[in-house]
């Protein structure tokens, strides 16, 4: 597992990870809204990542492959900045 740290403000759950590709995520509880920001640049918002989705992918060997294969395709998103 990668996940460097995590810490929970109220309803946000907000990892930092030690991985190539993912920087930190930011986990919503109440709107189920995911924010990944990446290593080499850009932060995107997903919409309805379900908190079973998100554990999974904290849980993962690999947060980068489990977040490419199971969340980068499958929800909506906007790009931040």
């Given at each position: 597992?990668?996940?460097?740290?995590?810490?929970?403000?109220?309803?946000?759950i907000?990892?930092?990870?030690?991985?190539?590709?993912?920087?930190?995520?930011?986990?919503?509880?109440?709107?189920?809204?995911?924010?990944?920001?990446?290593?080499?640049?850009?932060?995107?918002?997903?919409?309805?990542?379900?908190?079973?989705?998100?554990?999974?992918?904290?849980?993962?060997?690999?947060?980068?492959?489990?977040?490419?294969?199971?969340?980068?395709?499958?929800?909506?998103?906007?790009?931040?900045?």
């Open positions: 597992m990668a996940v460097k740290s995590e810490k929970i403000k109220g309803k946000l907000i990892n930092e990870y030690d991985s190539s590709n993912l920087k930190t995520t930011e986990y919503n509880t109440e709107t189920n809204e995911l924010i990944v920001e990446f290593k080499k640049g850009g932060k995107y918002s997903y919409n309805k990542v379900p908190i079973s989705i998100f554990t999974k992918m904290r849980k993962a060997e690999s947060q980068g492959s489990y977040f490419s294969k199971n969340i980068s395709r499958s929800y909506k998103y906007k790009k931040l900045s």
